[in-house]
């Protein structure tokens, strides 16, 4: 699974149409929500840093639960924007939560275990679980 990273406000419109899965690295404005989830239809997920979740307004965040557009803290760790516009997933990330899942364990001991090892948001390993893995 592939998360597209956007540095600068600028790059939302040159965006694929097609992005389901974007991480904000920059504080985003309501316009810059409104810009993204325009030119982007088929977005499902956007993701911001801790410290820019606060900053977020209750418009935005019901604008995004009425256009069902999940808004999930995290960060991509080591990503290197230069090097690749996206942040991949490591299969063995996904692998291991379809191991977990067929074993019977639950959702919050997949998303509390795969989040410590994985360096990933709870909330993104949630939407990995209910997208990625079979049910």
Request: charged content about 30%; hydrophobic content about 35%; proline content about 5%.
């Amino acid at each position: 699974m592939k998360i597209r990273v956007v540095s600068s406000r600028e790059e939302i419109f040159t965006l694929n149409p097609n992005e389901r899965v974007v991480h904000l690295a920059f504080r985003p404005s309501n316009k810059d929500i409104f810009g993204l989830v325009e030119t982007c239809p088929k977005i499902e997920v956007i993701q911001l840093p801790k410290s820019y979740m606060a900053t977020v307004s209750k418009s935005i965040e019901m604008f995004l639960k009425m256009q069902r557009i999940e808004l999930i803290e995290g960060d991509v760790w080591g990503h290197r924007k230069d090097i690749n516009e996206y942040y991949t997933i490591p299969s063995s990330v996904t692998e291991k939560i379809k191991e977990m899942k067929t074993e019977g364990k639950s959702t919050e001991d997949i998303e509390a275990k795969v989040s410590r090892e994985s360096k990933l948001n709870p909330g993104m390993v949630a939407y990995i679980l209910t997208k990625e893995s079979p049910a």
